[in-house]
């Protein structure tokens, strides 16, 4: 899962990067506005990590402007000004949550489950397609009852198309995804071709009734 902290000091950055790596996540930076816009008009993240108080702008500008382009971002505002009318605005403009600094790491990490939960899962935290299970919250995945071992990149991946169930994801929009934006620099995608591969045998292997289809040419689909 991947996660943008459009903050500017430094040491909170690394902090949160730090954490967030150490518990799976991708973790992406924007330390201005205007980096913070380019980022989330450029990619799709999971969750973003929005401070208020940017160089060249206020982070709740980026809300409005996502707001106004109907770009999605489950949004966790995270500032120092504990403000009910900053909180509204937030909240009018998009966001999902707003949490206070300092605030503890655990806090952070709950919340973000919680945004993601909400929003790309209807809440659940187990999916069911047909005989196969996902558990997301302890990252497992079940066929018959008999858990099926997939790598953290695998587990992504099937994720993602759990929650893109029967859309075409492209080979580019799942690279991103699993594997962040420095996958710009990549000279070819067959990383992703090799990965989907290993997951498609498990998967058949395993005797899972979804099948994720390879469309020529452009990506995959997961149909049920």
């Known amino acids: 899962m991947k996660i943008l902290v459009i903050e500017d000091e430094p040491e909170m950055v690394k902090t949160i990067e730090s954490f967030l790596s150490n518990e799976k996540f991708i973790v992406e930076k924007a330390t201005n506005y205007d980096s913070g816009i380019e980022k989330v008009f450029l990619y799709e993240y999971d969750c973003i990590l929005l401070d208020i108080s940017l160089p060249g702008g206020s982070g709740l500008k980026i ?38 600094k300092p605030f503890h790491l655990a806090e952070l990490h709950a919340r973000i489950k919680a945004v993601m939960r909400r929003k790309q899962l209807d809440g659940k935290e187990i999916l069911h397609f047909g005989n196969l299970s996902l558990d997301f919250k302890n990252r497992l995945v079940f066929v018959d009852e008999e858990e099926l071992k997939l790598t953290r990149k695998e587990f992504d991946m099937l994720s993602f198309f759990a929650a893109n169930t029967n859309r075409l994801i492209t080979k580019e929009a799942l690279a991103e995804h699993v594997w962040g934006d420095n996958t710009d620099a990549a000279d070819n995608l067959d990383f992703v071709y090799s990965q989907m591969k290993n997951l498609r045998k498990k998967l058949k292997d395993s005797g899972a009734d979804i099948v994720i289809e390879n469309v020529y040419g452009i990506g995959y689909k997961l149909d049920k």
């Open 63 to 100: 809300l409005e402007k996502m707001k106004k382009a109907g770009v999605a971002g489950n949004v966790i505002i995270i500032s120092a000004k504990d403000s009910i009318e900053d909180k509204i605005t937030g909240l009018d403009f998009g966001a999902d949550d707003y949490l206070t």
